[in-house]
């Protein structure tokens, strides 16, 4: 009866582990703040894994120059094959251009306006 104590409060830490390392990683303050947490991971693989997440959390933050510093870091320093960083460049990319495209629209707007 012991014994099966013993293994289910083990079985029970080992899950709360598990549970706790699988939990959502926040949010680095910033691209070089994410970018220096990388480097205690150890494998190229987790690494490229953090970074892409935290690239893409500055990305749906509209933090667009973060998650473009991690993307070209993955690629310069961790990962120069990494499709993911490759595929995260064009999305960010396209992003900008049309953050750009709605800013033209809106000062020639403004500008329009100013006439009238």
């Not at 693989?45 to 893409?56: F, S």
């Not at 509209?62 to 998650?67: K, S, Y």
Request: proline letters at 0%; one cysteine or more; charged letters at 30%.
């Amino acid at each position: 009866m012991k014994r099966f104590a013993g293994i289910a409060v083990g079985c029970c830490v080992a899950l709360g582990l598990v549970l706790v390392g699988c939990a959502k990683q926040e949010e680095a303050a910033s691209g070089k703040a994410a970018i220096n947490e990388s480097k205690s991971l150890e494998t190229v693989e987790e690494k490229v894994d953090y970074l892409i997440g935290q690239a893409k959390a500055f990305q749906k933050s509209e933090e667009f120059q973060d998650a473009v510093d991690i993307a070209q870091y993955i690629l310069a320093s961790v990962d120069e094959d990494s499709k993911a960083a490759t595929d995260l460049l064009e999305e960010l990319k396209k992003a900008l251009s049309a953050e750009i495209d709605k800013a033209s629209k809106d000062v020639k707007k403004s500008i329009g306006d100013l006439g009238q």
